[in-house]
């Protein structure tokens, strides 16, 4: 699988962004895609993902409510929309995919969110 993440830049607080990931190689149907992020000097956490088998979306706490995941199936992509910014949004944003789980990555995407 390969994945290519665009749409970072710098937004003010309060702000939106939207990302994308362009998925090839796999058959998107049958992927688990989600989003993941690394702030600097900090861990990758995981920000919201689809279950390919239930077709659910996941969210980690922080995000919910104010970012939403969505899919284009025709065009193998996967959008994160991020409203209402904070500047500890600020971080690189990795899509990851696989068959069973989160396997492959992306490049990332920067997100700087000014205060």
């Known amino acids: 699988v390969q994945l290519q993440a665009s749409g970072g830049g710098l937004a003010q607080s309060g702000g939106s962004l939207r990302l994308s990931c362009v998925a090839s190689?796999?058959?998107?149907?049958?992927?688990?895609i989600g989003w993941f992020r690394q702030a600097p000097g900090k861990a990758r956490e995981f920000v919201g993902g689809i279950s390919r088998t239930g077709g659910s979306i996941n969210y980690a706490d922080f995000v919910k409510g104010r970012f939403t995941i969505s899919i284009d199936s025709a065009k193998s992509t996967l959008y994160l929309q991020m409203n209402s910014l904070k500047s500890e949004d600020t971080a690189v944003y990795y899509c990851?995919?696989?068959?069973?789980?989160?396997?492959?990555w992306g490049q990332g995407t920067l997100v700087t969110v000014s205060s």
């Open positions: 190689g796999r058959t998107f149907s049958k992927l688990v």
């Open positions: 990851s995919a696989g068959v069973s789980g989160y396997e492959h």
